[in-house]
């Protein structure tokens, strides 16, 4: 089955972009770890990253139906997007948000997540290896049959 990871706004700067908080892993550093644990699962990773909101709800709606799974780190749409929301809720599959840091201990904006309201699980604070355990249990979530 296959499994889009989702990746928002300015996650192409990982590993350039405040490394104090985020971390030296760079996107395409996860992206090579994220295909290597979803071909162990038997998943096909469809890796994307968009700065674009709507660029974000297209994405949630090709997998729409599709029998896999969406892993996503929706980034700053996850304080803001109701758009993104809605479209996860529509969306019929399984759902894991990442976050790298532990987005409870930050700034008191980073609180609510409108995404993780409709998600089935939601990591953070385990930095780069979020992506890879989020994977685990979407895997296990789609071979039970998704939600
Ligand atoms: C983030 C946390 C968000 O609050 C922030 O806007 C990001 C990254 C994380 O992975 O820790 O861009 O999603």
Known sequence: PPVLILNGPNLNLLGHREPETYGGVTLAEIEAR?????????????????????????????????GGGILLNPAGYSHTSIALRDALAAAGV????????????????????????????????????????????LARLIGAGGR
Do not use: K, M, W
């Open 94 to 137: 399984p759902v894991v948000e990442v976050h790298l840091t532990n987005v409870h201990r930050r700034e008191a904006f980073r609180h609510r997540s409108f995404t993780a309201e409709v998600s089935d699980a939601v990591i953070c604070g385990a930095g780069a290896q979020g992506y890879e355990l989020g994977l685990l249990h």
């Open 34 to 66: 994220c295909r290597a644990v979803a071909a162990e699962q038997g998943l096909r990773a469809d890796f994307r990253q968009s700065n674009h909101e709507g660029v974000l709800v297209d994405a949630v709606h090709e997998a729409r139906g599709s």
